[in-house]
């Protein structure tokens, strides 16, 4: 899942691997917990977490080489929020190459960054199942509580305050916009229009998942 800050990676990546029946790899939550639990990777990385400024891409690249071996990822895995930045996008693709699988679709959501800072800011967690709901387009039934644990306050990420949100769309635009580029060459990009209901989103991204799987793999 490709796209900037808030477009929906999370939320539709979980359905896509429920779908497919293959793991959800996001990074932004194995960090998340990482912070959680304070352990050395999450002492590492909380601070540039919260300053909206990306992770070290070998760090970064340890991460992913680790989870993408274990056990539920051998049949395939959606990735949410990796790679984001050209050494990672080369880095994954050598590290699948030497276990000779490959990506077979790189989904691009697209939508503009107005659009996103409005959603970002209504944008809240459930701190037990890290379902996402937002106050625009998919509140929680009560508007306070997940829907799936009634007793569960909702909160906000650390990282959607408003200078973060900023801070994360520059580093997007700056080393994460140029995979655009990167895996159109490839003839791998798959651009889905962002905007529109969470199903009517998922639909589309499901018809662009299934040319990829379809297409011969280019790299
Ligand atoms: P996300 O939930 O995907 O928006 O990620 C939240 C934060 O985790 C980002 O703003 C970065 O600080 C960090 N992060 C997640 N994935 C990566 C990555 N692939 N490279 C660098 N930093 C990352």
Request: hydrophobic content about 35%; overall charge neutral.
């Amino acid at each position: 899942m490709l796209g900037p800050p808030g477009v929906g990676k999370g939320t539709q990546g979980r359905r896509l691997a429920a779908e497919y029946g293959v793991a959800l790899i996001s990074t932004g939550e194995i960090l998340r917990e990482a912070v959680a639990h304070g352990t050395p990777l999450g002492l590492e990385a909380r601070r540039q977490m919260e300053a909206g400024r990306l992770v070290d891409d070998t760090v970064m690249i340890g991460l992913v080489r680790e989870r993408t071996a274990e056990q539920d990822a051998r049949g395939g895995f959606v990735l949410d929020g990796f790679p984001r930045t050209v050494p990672q996008a080369e880095a994954l693709d050598a590290m699948l190459a030497e276990r000779g699988w490959g990506i077979d679709a790189v989904l691009h959501l697209e939508v503009s960054e107005d659009a996103l800072v409005r959603r970002l800011q209504g944008r809240r967690e459930c701190p037990v199942c890290k379902r996402a709901y937002n106050a625009d387009g998919a509140p929680a039934a009560d508007g306070r509580h997940c829907d799936d644990h009634p007793t569960t306050e909702l909160q906000t990420r650390p990282d959607d305050r408003e200078e973060a949100v900023r801070q994360r769309f520059a580093e997007y635009r700056a080393k994460t916009e140029p995979l655009v580029d990167y895996y159109r060459m490839t003839g791998r990009l798959r651009p889905v229009p962002g905007l529109g209901t969470v199903d009517g989103v998922f639909a589309a991204l499901r018809r662009e998942a299934a040319r990829g799987l379809q297409a011969p793999r280019t790299a």
